[in-house]
């Protein structure tokens, strides 16, 4: 039984839709199959920081890291977080103007965390319509509809630590 957050509507076939992932280590398994990745890390993730806990951006980061992408990013925290590494695979680029951007970039995965809902429902509304070569991957704690593959809906608790353990995973070159 698949786990789904929408209905189909009067679309014969039904809409194109997120794949929705319940277990965190299937994430490593749609990472794994491309190699241009982008790593989009929105302004809200300093607010899912002050709810969840205050290591949540190093670990986002280092994530980030670890998958070798390059990461466009509207947040100031983020970006004084990635000059403090000394990353240079960054670039400051604002929710509507990335959606342009990342067909240009010739990436194949784009993944997305810590954006306002509308924000990234357009963004990913945009891409699948658009540029439909560019899969996509939403970290968020709540599902996007509009995203090739999507984590369930989870209480933050329980998406903290789908975060830490993908972290760690990632780390161990599982």
Not at 40 to 47: C, D, K, V, Y
Not at 58 to 84: E, F, H, N, Y
Not at 99 to 117: R, S, V
Request: glycine share 4%; charged share 20%; net charge positive.
């Amino acid at each position: 039984m698949t786990l789904e957050y929408w209905l189909y509507g009067d679309i014969p076939p039904g809409p194109i839709k997120a794949s929705v992932i319940t277990d965190i280590k299937h994430v490593l398994d749609i990472v794994k199959r491309f190699k241009s990745k982008l790593f989009a890390i929105g302004s809200q993730i300093t607010r899912l920081s002050e709810l969840t806990s205050p290591d949540l951006i190093d670990r986002i980061i280092s994530v980030a890291l670890s998958l070798g992408a390059w990461i466009p990013t509207s947040s100031p925290t983020i970006v004084k977080v990635l000059d403090a590494k000394n990353v240079k695979n960054y670039e400051i680029a604002f929710p509507l103007e990335l959606a342009q951007k990342i067909p240009k970039k010739g990436a194949e995965l784009a993944i997305f965390i810590g954006y306002p809902y509308a924000y990234e429902w357009l963004i990913l509304n945009y891409l699948k319509h658009y540029a439909p070569n560019v899969k996509t991957l939403t970290l968020e704690p709540y599902a996007q509809p509009n995203a090739t593959w999507t984590l369930a809906s989870l209480p933050l608790s329980l998406w903290y630590k789908n975060i830490c353990s993908l972290e760690e995973m990632l780390k161990k070159g599982a």
